[in-house]
Antibody, heavy 122, light 110 residues
Framework: EVQLVQSGAEVKEPGESLKISCRGSGYSFFSHWIGWVRQMPGKGLEWMGIIYPTDSNTIYSPSFRGQVTISVDKSINTAYLQWSSLKASDTAIYYC???????????????WGQGTLVTVSS | QSVLTQPPSVSAAPGQKVTISCSGSSSNIGNNFVSWYQQFPGTAPKLLVYENSKRPSAIPDRFSGSKSGTSATLGITGLQTGDEADYYCGTWDSSLSVGVFGTGTKVTVL
């Protein structure tokens, strides 16, 4: 079974750093882009960026470039999303998802991780 | 602000059909494949349709996708109470060189 399992919920204070993870299993981790998607409370889906595990090629949405870092550790089939200095506005659920096609023009995600709730509050 | 526009909500009685539109431009829907996702409250999105009209094997044929020009449509026939959820379209935007999602549509079964 193809599966993405994300790390657990986090509660942080503004200014703190954070790194959340997404571990893939049941497929060739190297062969599929992994994407990150933000969903703020009561809001829609926002495409943050994607990474190709084979060469760590990363594409960021302009809205998130410089705000987060996407990385991958091929040795443990895990992708990461990290912040160096969290803000209250980063409070959201973050999903990772596997892109089903290599072609950049075919932007479909399946499956999705269960989501990681990040709460930033003083 | 999303570059793909969906109606905030649609509704119909059980057994009826609903359609959800997704409006974009030539830089996204007009020249790239469209996907559709279903999301129940408190759960992760699930892929319903990819490459405009293809369904993953586990998705029933009550769900269908189509595309014409710079718009795409998701249809749900034989509406069930279990179909109440939020639905999102998504595609690649070749001008922005990023993926984009629609604004989302809430389906209500009356």
């Amino acid at each position: 079974e193809v599966q993405l399992v994300q790390s657990g919920a986090e509660v942080k204070e503004p200014g703190e750093s954070l790194k959340i993870s997404c571990r893939g299993s049941g497929y060739s981790f190297f062969s599929h882009w992994i994407g990150w998607v933000r969903q703020m409370p009561g809001k829609g889906l926002e495409w943050m960026g994607i990474i190709y595990p084979t060469d760590s090629n990363t594409i960021y949405s302009p809205s998130f470039r410089g705000q987060v870092t996407i990385s991958v550790d091929k040795s443990i089939n895990t992708a990461y999303l990290q912040w160096s200095s969290l803000k209250a506005s980063d409070t959201a659920i973050y999903y990772c998802a596997r892109r089903i096609k290599w072609d950049l023009l075919q932007d479909s995600f399946d499956p999705w991780g269960q989501g990681t709730l990040v709460t930033v509050s003083s | 602000q999303s570059v793909l526009t969906q109606p905030p909500s649609v509704s119909a009685a059980p057994g009826q059909k609903v359609t959800i539109s997704c409006s974009g431009s030539s830089s996204n829907i007009g020249n790239n494949f469209v996907s559709w996702y279903q999301q129940f409250p408190g759960t992760a999105p699930k892929l319903l349709v990819y490459e405009n009209s293809k369904r993953p094997s586990a998705i029933p044929d009550r769900f269908s996708g189509s595309k014409s020009g710079t718009s795409a449509t998701l249809g749900i026939t034989g509406l069930q109470t279990g179909d109440e959820a939020d639905y999102y379209c998504g595609t690649w935007d070749s001008s922005l060189s990023v993926g984009v999602f629609g604004t989302g549509t809430k389906v209500t079964v009356l």
